[in-house]
Protein backbone atom coordinates (compact mmCIF):
# COMPACT_ATOMS: atom_id res chain seq x y z
CA UNK A 1 0.00 0.00 0.00
CA UNK A 2 1.31 3.85 -1.24
CA UNK A 3 0.84 6.83 0.22
CA UNK A 4 0.35 7.98 3.92
CA UNK A 5 -3.16 7.51 4.20
CA UNK A 6 -4.88 7.54 7.69
CA UNK A 7 -8.23 6.46 9.13
CA UNK A 8 -11.85 8.50 8.53
CA UNK A 9 -13.13 8.70 12.19
CA UNK A 10 -15.99 6.99 10.50
CA UNK A 11 -16.28 3.21 11.83
CA UNK A 12 -18.22 1.83 8.82
CA UNK A 13 -15.72 3.29 6.25
CA UNK A 14 -12.94 2.26 8.66
CA UNK A 15 -13.92 -0.91 8.82
CA UNK A 16 -14.77 -1.37 5.12
CA UNK A 17 -11.37 0.20 4.27
CA UNK A 18 -9.43 -2.44 6.68
CA UNK A 19 -11.56 -5.53 5.15
CA UNK A 20 -10.38 -4.48 2.28
CA UNK A 21 -6.46 -3.44 2.41
CA UNK A 22 -6.21 -7.04 4.66
CA UNK A 23 -8.37 -8.56 2.31
CA UNK A 24 -10.61 -10.51 5.22
CA UNK A 25 -12.97 -13.52 3.67
CA UNK A 26 -10.39 -13.67 0.89
CA UNK A 27 -7.49 -14.87 3.12
CA UNK A 28 -8.94 -17.99 5.50
CA UNK A 29 -6.37 -16.91 8.12
CA UNK A 30 -7.27 -13.15 8.11
CA UNK A 31 -9.54 -12.44 10.33
CA UNK A 32 -12.34 -9.93 11.06
CA UNK A 33 -14.40 -10.74 14.64
CA UNK A 34 -17.18 -8.01 14.98
CA UNK A 35 -17.80 -6.96 18.65
CA UNK A 36 -20.33 -5.13 20.51
CA UNK A 37 -19.08 -2.38 23.23
CA UNK A 38 -21.40 -1.05 25.60
CA UNK A 39 -24.07 -1.10 22.68
CA UNK A 40 -22.05 0.17 19.86
CA UNK A 41 -20.41 -1.32 16.75
CA UNK A 42 -16.90 -2.68 17.38
CA UNK A 43 -14.39 -5.13 15.11
CA UNK A 44 -11.07 -6.78 16.18
CA UNK A 45 -8.73 -7.53 12.98
CA UNK A 46 -5.93 -10.62 13.51
CA UNK A 47 -3.91 -12.80 12.06
CA UNK A 48 -5.08 -16.45 13.01
CA UNK A 49 -2.39 -18.32 14.10
CA UNK A 50 0.03 -15.47 15.32
CA UNK A 51 -2.11 -14.32 18.16
CA UNK A 52 -1.85 -15.91 21.86
CA UNK A 53 -5.20 -17.35 22.34
CA UNK A 54 -5.59 -16.54 26.36
CA UNK A 55 -4.49 -13.38 25.17
CA UNK A 56 -7.50 -12.71 22.93
CA UNK A 57 -9.84 -14.18 25.12
CA UNK A 58 -9.51 -12.32 27.94
CA UNK A 59 -9.41 -9.19 25.74
CA UNK A 60 -12.61 -9.73 24.49
CA UNK A 61 -14.59 -10.77 27.53
CA UNK A 62 -13.42 -7.72 29.16
CA UNK A 63 -14.27 -5.29 26.32
CA UNK A 64 -17.93 -6.79 25.98
CA UNK A 65 -18.21 -6.40 29.56
CA UNK A 66 -17.48 -2.87 29.24
CA UNK A 67 -20.20 0.02 30.72
CA UNK A 68 -20.92 2.57 28.69
CA UNK A 69 -19.87 5.15 30.87
CA UNK A 70 -16.29 3.52 30.47
CA UNK A 71 -16.62 2.66 26.59
CA UNK A 72 -16.98 6.22 25.14
CA UNK A 73 -13.91 8.10 24.67
CA UNK A 74 -13.16 10.69 22.22
CA UNK A 75 -9.65 9.22 21.14
CA UNK A 76 -8.35 5.36 21.05
CA UNK A 77 -5.55 6.97 23.40
CA UNK A 78 -7.90 7.91 26.23
CA UNK A 79 -9.69 4.12 25.50
CA UNK A 80 -6.79 2.64 26.15
CA UNK A 81 -5.95 4.64 29.49
CA UNK A 82 -9.52 3.51 30.73
CA UNK A 83 -10.10 0.34 29.78
CA UNK A 84 -6.79 -1.42 28.61
CA UNK A 85 -4.53 -2.96 31.22
CA UNK A 86 -2.46 -4.74 28.68
CA UNK A 87 1.27 -3.16 29.21
CA UNK A 88 2.41 -3.19 25.31
CA UNK A 89 -0.93 -1.76 23.92
CA UNK A 90 -0.72 1.49 21.58
CA UNK A 91 -2.86 3.34 19.51
CA UNK A 92 -2.21 4.98 15.61
CA UNK A 93 -4.20 5.72 12.96
CA UNK A 94 -2.02 5.81 9.95
CA UNK A 95 -3.15 2.63 7.53
CA UNK A 96 0.15 1.41 6.67
CA UNK A 97 1.64 1.00 9.66
CA UNK A 98 -2.02 -0.38 11.04
CA UNK A 99 -2.27 -2.98 8.23
CA UNK A 100 1.89 -4.07 9.09
CA UNK A 101 1.39 -4.43 12.36
CA UNK A 102 -1.69 -6.68 12.11
CA UNK A 103 0.53 -8.54 9.47
CA UNK A 104 2.98 -8.85 12.18
CA UNK A 105 0.41 -10.31 14.66
CA UNK A 106 -1.07 -7.84 16.55
CA UNK A 107 -4.54 -7.44 17.71
CA UNK A 108 -6.76 -4.38 15.97
CA UNK A 109 -9.61 -2.96 17.41
CA UNK A 110 -11.80 -0.54 15.94
CA UNK A 111 -14.79 1.47 17.09
CA UNK A 112 -17.39 3.70 17.11
CA UNK A 113 -16.36 4.66 21.02
CA UNK A 114 -13.24 6.13 19.84
CA UNK A 115 -11.15 7.67 16.97
CA UNK A 116 -8.14 5.66 15.76
CA UNK A 117 -7.38 1.94 16.44
CA UNK A 118 -6.23 0.31 19.43
CA UNK A 119 -3.10 -1.68 18.44
CA UNK A 120 -2.84 -5.02 21.38
CA UNK A 121 0.32 -6.79 21.12
CA UNK A 122 -0.42 -10.59 21.38
CA UNK A 123 1.80 -11.96 19.43
CA UNK A 124 2.86 -15.79 19.55
CA UNK A 125 5.23 -16.89 16.38
CA UNK A 126 6.08 -20.53 16.07
CA UNK A 127 9.37 -21.22 17.60
CA UNK A 128 11.80 -24.07 18.16
CA UNK A 129 13.89 -24.94 21.17
CA UNK A 130 16.92 -22.96 21.83
CA UNK A 131 19.11 -26.31 21.86
CA UNK A 132 22.78 -25.86 20.84
CA UNK A 133 23.33 -25.37 17.10
CA UNK A 134 24.83 -28.18 15.20
CA UNK A 135 27.80 -26.49 13.87
CA UNK A 136 28.69 -24.04 16.31
CA UNK A 137 29.31 -26.24 19.54
CA UNK A 138 31.60 -26.16 22.35
CA UNK A 139 32.66 -28.31 24.89
CA UNK A 140 31.81 -26.10 27.91
CA UNK A 141 29.47 -22.95 28.51
CA UNK A 142 26.42 -22.24 27.31
CA UNK A 143 24.17 -24.67 25.56
CA UNK A 144 21.35 -22.29 24.41
CA UNK A 145 21.39 -20.93 20.27
CA UNK A 146 19.17 -18.17 18.52
CA UNK A 147 16.28 -19.06 16.95
CA UNK A 148 13.88 -17.71 13.97
CA UNK A 149 11.97 -15.79 15.99
CA UNK A 150 13.53 -12.21 16.95
CA UNK A 151 12.18 -11.41 20.30
CA UNK A 152 13.46 -14.59 22.00
CA UNK A 153 17.12 -13.74 19.91
CA UNK A 154 16.73 -9.71 21.44
CA UNK A 155 16.14 -11.90 25.02
CA UNK A 156 18.90 -14.25 24.97
CA UNK A 157 21.69 -11.40 24.53
CA UNK A 158 19.47 -8.80 26.71
CA UNK A 159 20.28 -11.47 29.61
CA UNK A 160 23.62 -11.74 29.45
CA UNK A 161 24.06 -7.34 29.20
CA UNK A 162 22.32 -5.85 32.04
CA UNK A 163 23.50 -2.74 30.93
CA UNK A 164 21.10 0.35 29.59
CA UNK A 165 23.58 0.85 26.99
CA UNK A 166 22.62 -1.83 25.52
CA UNK A 167 20.77 -0.57 22.29
CA UNK A 168 18.23 -2.59 20.26
CA UNK A 169 17.27 -0.42 17.22
CA UNK A 170 14.11 -1.59 15.26
CA UNK A 171 14.17 -0.96 11.41
CA UNK A 172 12.41 -2.26 8.85
CA UNK A 173 12.85 -3.07 5.21
CA UNK A 174 11.36 -4.68 2.13
CA UNK A 175 8.05 -3.22 0.48
CA UNK A 176 6.05 -6.74 0.86
CA UNK A 177 8.19 -8.41 3.24
CA UNK A 178 8.50 -5.47 5.83
CA UNK A 179 10.90 -7.43 7.53
CA UNK A 180 12.09 -6.62 10.73
CA UNK A 181 16.10 -5.97 11.13
CA UNK A 182 17.67 -5.51 14.76
CA UNK A 183 20.53 -2.90 14.85
CA UNK A 184 22.18 -4.15 18.40
CA UNK A 185 24.95 -2.22 19.79
CA UNK A 186 26.97 -0.48 22.93
CA UNK A 187 26.14 3.17 23.19
CA UNK A 188 29.69 4.40 23.91
CA UNK A 189 31.13 1.63 23.15
CA UNK A 190 30.52 0.69 19.12
CA UNK A 191 31.97 3.42 16.83
CA UNK A 192 29.06 6.08 16.60
CA UNK A 193 29.94 7.01 12.82
CA UNK A 194 29.99 3.34 12.05
CA UNK A 195 26.91 2.84 13.49
CA UNK A 196 24.76 5.46 11.87
CA UNK A 197 26.65 4.55 8.43
CA UNK A 198 25.38 1.02 9.01
CA UNK A 199 22.11 2.14 9.86
CA UNK A 200 21.59 4.25 6.72
CA UNK A 201 22.91 1.76 4.28
CA UNK A 202 19.81 -0.74 5.47
CA UNK A 203 17.45 1.86 5.54
CA UNK A 204 18.17 2.80 2.04
CA UNK A 205 17.92 -0.86 0.64
CA UNK A 206 15.50 -1.16 -1.81
CA UNK A 207 13.90 -4.34 -2.42
CA UNK A 208 10.38 -5.94 -2.23
CA UNK A 209 11.32 -8.74 0.27
CA UNK A 210 14.03 -10.36 1.96
CA UNK A 211 13.21 -13.72 0.91
CA UNK A 212 16.02 -15.63 2.25
CA UNK A 213 16.68 -13.39 5.62
CA UNK A 214 20.12 -12.36 7.00
CA UNK A 215 21.66 -13.45 3.01
CA UNK A 216 19.21 -11.58 1.30
CA UNK A 217 20.38 -8.36 4.00
CA UNK A 218 24.01 -9.19 3.21
CA UNK A 219 24.07 -9.29 -0.51
CA UNK A 220 22.22 -6.07 -0.92
CA UNK A 221 25.13 -4.30 2.19
CA UNK A 222 28.19 -5.60 0.05
CA UNK A 223 28.42 -6.43 -3.47
CA UNK A 224 30.99 -9.11 -3.16
CA UNK A 225 30.92 -9.48 -7.19
CA UNK A 226 33.83 -12.88 -7.59
CA UNK A 227 35.42 -11.77 -4.18
CA UNK A 228 34.83 -15.47 -2.46
CA UNK A 229 35.96 -13.38 0.74
CA UNK A 230 33.10 -13.40 3.33
CA UNK A 231 32.44 -10.14 4.54
CA UNK A 232 30.18 -10.81 8.07
CA UNK A 233 31.24 -13.27 10.79
CA UNK A 234 27.55 -14.83 11.64
CA UNK A 235 27.06 -17.05 14.66
CA UNK A 236 24.01 -18.96 16.61
CA UNK A 237 25.61 -18.46 19.73
CA UNK A 238 24.39 -15.86 21.92
CA UNK A 239 27.31 -15.73 24.36
CA UNK A 240 29.49 -15.15 21.14
CA UNK A 241 27.36 -12.89 20.20
CA UNK A 242 27.42 -10.64 23.61
CA UNK A 243 31.01 -11.15 24.08
CA UNK A 244 31.09 -9.38 20.84
CA UNK A 245 29.07 -6.51 21.47
CA UNK A 246 30.88 -5.47 24.92
CA UNK A 247 34.24 -5.42 22.27
CA UNK A 248 32.48 -2.54 20.49
CA UNK A 249 31.45 -4.88 17.53
CA UNK A 250 27.81 -3.97 16.07
CA UNK A 251 25.22 -7.03 15.37
CA UNK A 252 22.46 -7.08 13.05
CA UNK A 253 19.48 -9.57 14.13
CA UNK A 254 17.22 -10.38 10.87
CA UNK A 255 13.71 -12.03 11.74
CA UNK A 256 13.12 -15.44 10.24
CA UNK A 257 17.16 -15.86 10.81
CA UNK A 258 18.36 -18.12 13.30
CA UNK A 259 22.22 -16.33 13.06
CA UNK A 260 23.26 -13.42 13.47
CA UNK A 261 25.86 -11.24 11.57
CA UNK A 262 28.57 -9.59 13.45
CA UNK A 263 30.36 -6.25 11.91
CA UNK A 264 32.77 -5.05 11.04
CA UNK A 265 34.83 -7.82 10.79
CA UNK A 266 38.59 -8.32 9.58
CA UNK A 267 40.22 -11.54 8.15
CA UNK A 268 41.98 -12.36 11.45
CA UNK A 269 38.86 -12.56 13.38
CA UNK A 270 37.63 -16.25 11.91
CA UNK A 271 41.01 -17.31 13.72
CA UNK A 272 38.51 -17.04 16.93
CA UNK A 273 36.18 -19.59 18.15
CA UNK A 274 34.22 -20.29 21.22
CA UNK A 275 35.76 -23.01 22.40
CA UNK A 276 39.66 -20.87 23.00
CA UNK A 277 37.56 -19.10 26.27
CA UNK A 278 36.30 -22.02 27.85
CA UNK A 279 40.11 -22.47 28.25
CA UNK A 280 42.67 -21.66 30.01
CA UNK A 281 44.67 -18.81 28.30
CA UNK A 282 47.75 -21.22 27.08
CA UNK A 283 45.31 -23.58 25.78
CA UNK A 284 43.41 -21.39 24.11
CA UNK A 285 46.07 -19.45 22.29
CA UNK A 286 47.72 -22.77 21.14
CA UNK A 287 44.23 -24.03 19.76
CA UNK A 288 44.14 -20.08 17.69
CA UNK A 289 47.46 -20.55 16.74
CA UNK A 290 46.74 -24.06 14.86
CA UNK A 291 43.32 -22.75 13.49
CA UNK A 292 45.53 -19.93 12.09
CA UNK A 293 48.04 -22.39 10.65
CA UNK A 294 45.51 -24.67 8.78
CA UNK A 295 44.48 -21.46 7.36
CA UNK A 296 47.83 -21.41 5.11
CA UNK A 297 48.14 -25.10 4.82
CA UNK A 298 44.93 -25.55 3.25
CA UNK A 299 45.57 -22.77 1.24
CA UNK A 300 49.51 -23.87 -0.13
CA UNK A 301 49.81 -27.49 0.19
CA UNK A 302 48.35 -28.87 -2.76
CA UNK A 303 49.65 -25.98 -5.12
CA UNK A 304 53.43 -25.82 -3.44
CA UNK A 305 53.30 -29.91 -3.90
CA UNK A 306 52.46 -29.30 -7.51
CA UNK A 307 55.26 -26.52 -8.29
CA UNK A 308 57.37 -29.41 -6.68
CA UNK A 309 57.16 -32.11 -8.53
CA UNK A 310 56.89 -30.06 -11.71
CA UNK A 311 60.96 -28.72 -10.67
CA UNK A 312 61.93 -32.12 -8.81
CA UNK A 313 65.25 -30.50 -8.95
CA UNK A 314 64.47 -28.24 -6.21
CA UNK A 315 63.90 -30.58 -3.75
CA UNK A 316 66.42 -31.70 -1.53
CA UNK A 317 67.70 -35.28 -1.15
CA UNK A 318 66.05 -35.90 2.28
CA UNK A 319 62.45 -34.26 0.36
CA UNK A 320 62.67 -36.34 -2.71
CA UNK A 321 59.82 -39.02 -1.20
CA UNK A 322 57.30 -35.75 -2.63
CA UNK A 323 58.37 -36.15 -5.61
CA UNK A 324 56.18 -38.77 -8.37
CA UNK A 325 57.77 -41.42 -10.23
CA UNK A 326 55.04 -42.05 -12.34
CA UNK A 327 52.24 -39.56 -12.23
CA UNK A 328 49.44 -41.85 -14.78
CA UNK A 329 47.29 -41.05 -17.37
CA UNK A 330 45.77 -38.40 -16.25
CA UNK A 331 47.67 -34.25 -15.38
CA UNK A 332 48.19 -34.25 -12.09
CA UNK A 333 46.67 -31.00 -11.69
CA UNK A 334 43.76 -32.15 -13.31
CA UNK A 335 43.91 -35.53 -10.58
CA UNK A 336 43.53 -32.43 -7.71
CA UNK A 337 40.57 -30.64 -9.74
CA UNK A 338 38.88 -33.57 -10.26
CA UNK A 339 39.46 -34.66 -6.43
CA UNK A 340 38.19 -31.05 -5.41
CA UNK A 341 34.95 -31.48 -6.90
CA UNK A 342 34.18 -35.43 -6.14
CA UNK A 343 34.52 -34.35 -2.31
CA UNK A 344 32.26 -30.83 -2.58
CA UNK A 345 30.06 -33.97 -4.57
CA UNK A 346 30.03 -36.06 -1.74
CA UNK A 347 29.28 -33.16 0.99
CA UNK A 348 26.06 -32.33 -1.40
CA UNK A 349 25.24 -36.18 -1.63
CA UNK A 350 25.66 -35.98 2.33
CA UNK A 351 23.29 -33.72 2.97
CA UNK A 352 20.29 -35.20 0.79
CA UNK A 353 20.75 -38.42 2.69
CA UNK A 354 19.21 -39.51 6.04
CA UNK A 355 20.99 -38.35 9.29
CA UNK A 356 21.34 -41.85 9.90
CA UNK A 357 23.10 -42.69 6.66
CA UNK A 358 24.92 -39.03 6.12
CA UNK A 359 28.04 -39.69 8.32
CA UNK A 360 28.91 -42.82 7.18
CA UNK A 361 28.13 -42.32 3.59
CA UNK A 362 30.19 -39.38 3.34
CA UNK A 363 33.45 -41.12 4.84
CA UNK A 364 33.03 -44.69 3.70
CA UNK A 365 32.21 -43.18 -0.15
CA UNK A 366 35.42 -41.15 0.09
CA UNK A 367 37.37 -43.79 1.25
CA UNK A 368 36.08 -46.65 -1.39
CA UNK A 369 36.08 -43.74 -4.49
CA UNK A 370 39.87 -43.23 -3.38
CA UNK A 371 40.86 -46.60 -3.22
CA UNK A 372 39.61 -47.71 -6.45
CA UNK A 373 40.82 -44.33 -8.21
CA UNK A 374 43.87 -45.75 -6.88
CA UNK A 375 43.67 -49.34 -8.23
CA UNK A 376 41.86 -48.17 -11.36
CA UNK A 377 45.10 -45.97 -12.20
CA UNK A 378 43.07 -42.76 -12.39
CA UNK A 379 44.60 -41.32 -9.57
CA UNK A 380 48.15 -41.34 -7.91
CA UNK A 381 48.27 -41.76 -4.09
CA UNK A 382 49.77 -38.62 -3.26
CA UNK A 383 46.89 -36.84 -4.69
CA UNK A 384 44.65 -38.68 -2.39
CA UNK A 385 46.27 -38.65 0.62
CA UNK A 386 47.46 -34.95 0.26
CA UNK A 387 43.57 -34.03 -0.44
CA UNK A 388 42.92 -35.99 2.36
CA UNK A 389 44.76 -34.26 4.64
CA UNK A 390 43.69 -30.79 3.30
CA UNK A 391 40.08 -31.83 3.45
CA UNK A 392 40.24 -32.94 7.12
CA UNK A 393 42.79 -29.64 8.17
CA UNK A 394 39.66 -27.51 6.57
CA UNK A 395 37.35 -28.38 9.47
CA UNK A 396 39.72 -26.64 11.70
CA UNK A 397 38.18 -23.52 10.27
CA UNK A 398 34.88 -22.24 12.14
CA UNK A 399 33.82 -20.33 8.81
CA UNK A 400 32.18 -22.37 6.22
CA UNK A 401 32.39 -19.22 4.02
CA UNK A 402 35.88 -18.37 4.98
CA UNK A 403 36.80 -22.64 4.09
CA UNK A 404 35.11 -22.23 0.21
CA UNK A 405 36.93 -19.34 -0.39
CA UNK A 406 40.14 -20.50 0.48
CA UNK A 407 39.14 -23.70 -1.14
CA UNK A 408 38.57 -21.69 -4.70
CA UNK A 409 41.87 -19.82 -4.41
CA UNK A 410 43.55 -23.47 -3.95
CA UNK A 411 42.21 -24.80 -7.01
CA UNK A 412 43.06 -20.99 -8.55
CA UNK A 413 46.98 -21.33 -8.02
CA UNK A 414 46.68 -25.37 -8.78
CA UNK A 415 45.57 -23.55 -12.29
CA UNK A 416 48.43 -20.95 -12.33
CA UNK A 417 50.97 -23.54 -11.42
CA UNK A 418 49.90 -25.72 -14.25
CA UNK A 419 50.37 -23.00 -16.68
CA UNK A 420 53.40 -20.75 -15.48
CA UNK A 421 55.33 -22.99 -13.41
CA UNK A 422 56.96 -20.81 -10.86
CA UNK A 423 55.97 -17.52 -12.68
CA UNK A 424 52.37 -18.79 -12.13
CA UNK A 425 52.67 -19.54 -8.50
CA UNK A 426 54.06 -15.92 -8.00
CA UNK A 427 51.31 -14.44 -10.35
CA UNK A 428 48.50 -16.31 -8.28
CA UNK A 429 49.95 -15.25 -4.70
CA UNK A 430 50.21 -11.57 -6.16
CA UNK A 431 46.67 -12.10 -6.93
CA UNK A 432 45.31 -13.25 -3.66
CA UNK A 433 47.33 -10.62 -2.25
CA UNK A 434 45.49 -7.76 -4.10
CA UNK A 435 42.57 -9.05 -3.42
CA UNK A 436 42.77 -9.72 0.23
CA UNK A 437 44.12 -5.83 0.53
CA UNK A 438 41.35 -4.36 -1.70
CA UNK A 439 38.79 -6.43 -0.25
CA UNK A 440 36.03 -4.16 2.33
CA UNK A 441 33.73 -5.06 5.04
CA UNK A 442 30.41 -3.20 5.39
CA UNK A 443 31.20 0.44 5.92
CA UNK A 444 34.25 0.49 4.16
CA UNK A 445 36.85 -0.82 6.92
CA UNK A 446 39.89 -2.75 6.86
CA UNK A 447 39.93 -6.14 5.80
CA UNK A 448 43.21 -6.60 7.73
CA UNK A 449 42.51 -4.49 10.50
CA UNK A 450 44.68 -4.31 12.77
CA UNK A 451 47.31 -5.60 10.59
CA UNK A 452 45.95 -2.52 8.35
CA UNK A 453 46.20 0.18 9.81
CA UNK A 454 48.26 -1.38 12.79
CA UNK A 455 47.00 -2.25 16.30
CA UNK A 456 49.62 -3.49 18.04
CA UNK A 457 47.04 -4.16 21.22
CA UNK A 458 44.19 -5.37 19.22
CA UNK A 459 46.64 -7.65 17.11
CA UNK A 460 48.15 -8.92 20.26
CA UNK A 461 44.20 -10.36 21.53
CA UNK A 462 43.17 -11.51 17.90
CA UNK A 463 46.41 -14.32 18.28
CA UNK A 464 46.68 -15.19 21.19
CA UNK A 465 44.03 -15.83 23.91
CA UNK A 466 44.70 -13.39 26.49
CA UNK A 467 44.30 -13.98 30.42
CA UNK A 468 41.18 -12.08 31.50
CA UNK A 469 42.75 -9.60 34.01
CA UNK A 470 45.09 -8.38 30.91
CA UNK A 471 42.70 -7.47 28.89
CA UNK A 472 41.36 -3.99 29.08
CA UNK A 473 38.17 -2.88 31.22
CA UNK A 474 35.98 -0.95 30.24
Known amino acids: MKGNKTLSGNFTQDRETLKELLRAGVSFDIMARPLEIAGKESMLFFVNGFVQSEV ?5 AFLIRLPSDRADAGTAKEF ?18 IVTDILSGKLCLISECFSGAVM ?30 IVCNTALIRRRIRDPSLT ?41 ALTLGQQSLAERLVKSGFNPFPRFRYTERPDTAA ?51 TVFVTLFVTPLWYLLIRNPSWLPDRFQFLSVDDPGPIPVFLQILLVEVVLDSLKLASLNTPNSLSSSFSVIGGLILGDFAIQAG ?6 VLYMAFVSIA ?26 GDAWGFAVGILALALTVITTKTVGGKSYLYPLIPFDGPVMLRLLFRLPENRQKDR
Do not use: H
Request: hydrophobic content about 45%.
Open 243 to 293: ASVLEGSVLVLVDTSPAVMILPVSIFQYSQDINDFYFPPVVGSYLRLIRLA
Open 168 to 208: MEALKVGNSSRTDVILCYMDGRADKSYVDKLRKQILSIKTD
Open 56 to 60: MEKVV
Open 120 to 149: IEARSYPARGVQEPDDDRALRGARDSFVET
Open 80 to 97: IARNVSLMETGESDDLNT
Open 394 to 419: NFAQPSFELGYALKLWRMLLVIFVAI
Open 378 to 383: WMIPEV
